[in-house]
């Protein structure tokens, strides 16, 4: 399995990064308390945009959907009424998603104005971070033209949903490690009904979330030119 330098402090070139507080909770962390962590931090970063440091969680929630803003229901495949697992509307963009243990989820709270304020331009950015860490597990990832997302020889791996107010961002990606694959089958991921989705253990069996995360951690710094702080001081309740 690849390495990875595992560096949390100051990186190479800081003057040209930007600080981030990396969260990465061991337990999984319901996505009631993610998405209210993210908003926090939001307002923080709105409240103090040119001194806030930015954040970024990288966790597993337990089981349960989320449905981005404008999706249809029409992508559940159980009665939204009496769900199998917990089922949130939220303000992101897309369609419904699946998240479960096995899969790690990150949310970036980020400045945009820092990098480039393009929406376009960081949803690649995102695609691009997981194309990273499939080719440094020798997988080719594949964007299609007109979706968004990573594929793996047509099935897709990593789901990517973001929300954004005045240029700083909320959600992000969820990319299928080992988790089972029984909730997808009761929805129609991201409303895409002509395409697969599939974990990574499907072409690198016994690969686990622990594997993948520091890889995951240094191409997120490599490619949105973060520079990881000291998590020191903060208040236990940013952690999980």
């Known amino acids: ?52 440091s930015e954040a970024v969680w990288i966790l597993q929630h337990p089981p349960c959907f989320t449905l981005g803003r404008g999706a249809t229901q029409n992508h ?26 096995g899969q790690l989820v990150v949310y970036p709270v980020l400045d945009l104005r820092r990098r480039e304020p393009d929406l376009h331009w960081y949803l690649r950015q995102l695609e691009q971070v997981v194309i990273d860490v499939l080719a440094a597990f020798d997988l080719t990832g594949e964007r299609i033209p007109g979706l968004t997302g990573v594929w ?43 395409r697969g989705v599939e974990r990574l253990q499907r072409w690198i069996p ?6 993948v995360q520091p890889i995951l951690r240094d191409a997120l710094a490599k490619r949105l030119s973060l520079s990881w702080c000291r998590l020191a001081g903060l208040d236990p309740g940013w952690y999980s």
């Open 1 to 52: 399995m690849p390495g990875s330098t595992g560096n949390l402090l100051t990186a190479p070139q800081a003057g040209q990064l930007s600080a981030a507080f990396l969260f990465e909770p061991v337990a999984p962390v319901s996505f009631s308390h993610a998405w209210d962590l993210q908003r926090r931090w939001q307002k923080r970063l709105l409240a103090n945009a040119e001194s806030e």
């Open 76 to 101: 559940l495949l159980f009665d939204p009424d009496n769900p199998p697992a917990p089922l949130h509307r939220i303000d992101r963009g897309g369609e419904v998603t699946h998240h479960a243990p």
């Open 152 to 194: 793996v020889e047509g099935q897709k791996v990593a789901a990517i949903g973001v929300g954004c107010r005045r240029w700083i961002t909320q959600h992000g990606f969820a990319l299928n490690v080992s988790c089972s694959m029984e909730g997808f089958q009761q929805v129609v991921p991201c409303g895409i009904q002509d």
């Open 206 to 211: 016994g690969i686990t979330p622990a594997l």
